[in-house]
């Protein structure tokens, strides 16, 4: 129960990142990203610390080191890829990103010595072609900003990767408030170094303000945090392949955006891949010594 309870959780949080690209793509339509993340990040940080020190649980200097470090990869995901986007497609963008679903196992088994489960391989398998077939709808072309694109996906993976190790070891609640001043902090940095005034008021983004702040980072990111001590990084990132089809759900609810006959398969493909991966009578069959247990 406590393994499907956090399964339900992660798709809930995917839900909420797949239907708000579209409420951050009008944002930022109307003011710079990084002054978006900012307001956006600052926002999460204040709500998340006031929790925090309403908790009354110490803080200490391991947490703060680790949060920063998570914090530091966070950003960097965000920014690779904003630079990515202004040299390549969103198609290019979304498929190299999820590319993480393959990272992720490969450098936790590389670097950290990660067990990877048959059902996970599996669930990669099906995976990677659908996220190929649903953001790229079968056409891909290289460029600079597909590079960028993949430095992303390689800061996602070391993301949940590193959050699976720091959740076991410190307070969540905290670990998660550091981590989001980190993103506010470098992105208020950015802004400011790019001329672009953060302490400004633009009412047409307030909505996407408290939609973003509330539900897709102060909810989202201590929801991933807490439940990768449950699930380990390889199914989180085969659960979070689940953005784009979300993302496509609701932008064919909201904007009236249609999918092709490519685009159903590849989501059909990731669905039967996060499906797959967390089979428990396959899963017990061939991986008995992983079963229910972190990779690390």
Known sequence: MKKFSAIAALILTTFFWGITFTIVKDA?????????????????????AGVSLARRTPL??????????????????????????????????????????????????????????????????L???????????GALVFNLGDLLAALCAVCISLH?????????????????????????????????????????????????????ALFATVFAFLVQTTMQRVLTPSHTALIFCLEPVFAAAYAWWAAGERLGTLGLLGALLILGGMVVSELPALSSRLSPTVKGTADA
């Open 28 to 48: 930022v339509a109307r003011v710079d990203v990084f002054v978006f993340l900012a307001q956006r990040f600052v926002a999460a940080f204040v709500l998340l």
């Open 60 to 125: 200490d200097l391991g947490t703060v080191r680790s949060g920063v470090i998570l914090g530091a990869f966070l950003f960097a995901s965000y920014a690779f890829q904003t630079m990515a986007l202004r040299f390549t497609t969103a198609s290019n963008t979304g498929f190299l990103t999820g590319l993480s679903v393959v990272l992720v196992p490969l450098l936790g088994s590389l670097f950290f010595r990660h067990a990877i489960p048959a059902t996970v391989k599996t669930g990669v398998a």
């Open 127 to 137: 995976s990677l072609p659908g996220l190929f077939l649903l953001c790229t709808n």
């Open 160 to 212: 949940l990767i590193l959050t699976g190790s720091f959740a076991r070891d410190h307070d969540v609640c905290w670990l998660t408030t550091i981590q989001l001043g980190t993103v506010a902090l470098l992105s208020l940095g950015s802004a400011t170094a790019s001329g672009h005034p953060v302490l400004v008021w633009h009412p047409g983004i307030l909505g996407a303000l408290i939609i973003c």
